[in-house]
């Protein structure tokens, strides 16, 4: 079956810290994996995204992440956290080469911005 | 352009009433999903549709339907509300065309049942 995991439910970073997120996933196939950010109140929005090609992907407002197809991870880096980080971080994996079939997230992990 | 637009944004219902979540896709998509967000948790599946067909159904009771029109929008039912129906309920579109199609998301719509 499918399934996300993300180990830390909530990180609280100073400001300009570096940030890393961790996701691990199974999954029996080829995956799509994703990174969401959720502010509260609101929907949820796309990071980055990776299905191929180079393990590392680069994504909106600052963030990157690396696939690691040993260790079964995809984690979400930012080098430089700002304050409007602050947020909920969802990891999602669907299948490849389907749009047919839903995404699988994992619970979140709840980002605090310190100054 | 206009993002995926939920209706309404927030309600009340009790135990018990019935539920409809509305929810309009990006021009152009054809691809509806549905999917229940519980606080603290992420988002599940509940369903999605194409062409005004049922493509996929996630594990839910037969207490939750939808369908989609011929304009694209779609509703989503919930009958004989429970408490545990309490959630944030998120609609997604996408165009449906080759490999992968991003989903956009919704801002959401706030069910409380008291």
């Known amino acids: 079956a499918q399934s996300v995991t993300q180990p830390d439910i909530h990180i609280t970073v100073s400001e300009g810290a570096s940030l890393e997120l961790r996701c691990n996933y199974s999954?029996?196939?080829?995956?799509?994996l994703f990174w969401y950010v959720q502010s509260p109140g609101q929907g949820l929005q796309l990071l980055l995204k990776?299905?191929?090609?180079?393990?590392l992907v680069q994504g909106i407002k600052g963030f990157e992440a690396e696939f690691k197809r040993s260790q079964s991870s995809f984690n979400l880096r930012k080098p430089s956290v700002h304050w409007s980080d602050a947020a909920e971080y969802f990891c999602?994996?669907?299948?490849?080469?389907?749009?047919?079939?839903?995404?699988?997230f994992g619970k979140g992990t709840r980002l605090s911005v310190i100054a | 352009d206009a993002g995926v637009t939920q209706s309404p944004t927030h309600l009340i219902k009790t135990r018990g009433q019935h539920v409809t979540l509305r929810c309009s896709p990006i021009?152009?998509?054809?691809?509806v999903s549905w999917y229940q967000q519980v606080l603290g948790q992420g988002p599940q599946f509940i369903f999605q549709?194409?062409?005004?067909?049922?493509?996929g159904r996630g594990n839910f009771p037969d207490r939750f339907s939808a369908r989609q029109f011929p304009n694209y929008s779609s509703e989503l039912n919930v009958n004989a509300l429970l408490l545990g129906d309490s959630a944030l309920y998120l609609c997604?579109?996408?165009?449906?065309?080759?490999?992968?199609?991003?989903?956009?998301f919704g801002p959401g719509t706030r069910l409380t049942v008291l």
């Open positions: 549709y194409y062409e005004k067909e049922e493509r």
């Open positions: 999602a994996v669907g299948p490849f080469n389907s749009g047919n079939t839903p995404l699988v």
């Open positions: 999954y029996g196939a080829t995956p799509y």
């Open positions: 990776y299905f191929s090609g180079d393990t």
């Open positions: 997604a579109s996408w165009w449906l065309a080759g490999i992968y199609n991003e989903q956009f």
């Open positions: 021009s152009g998509h054809k691809s």
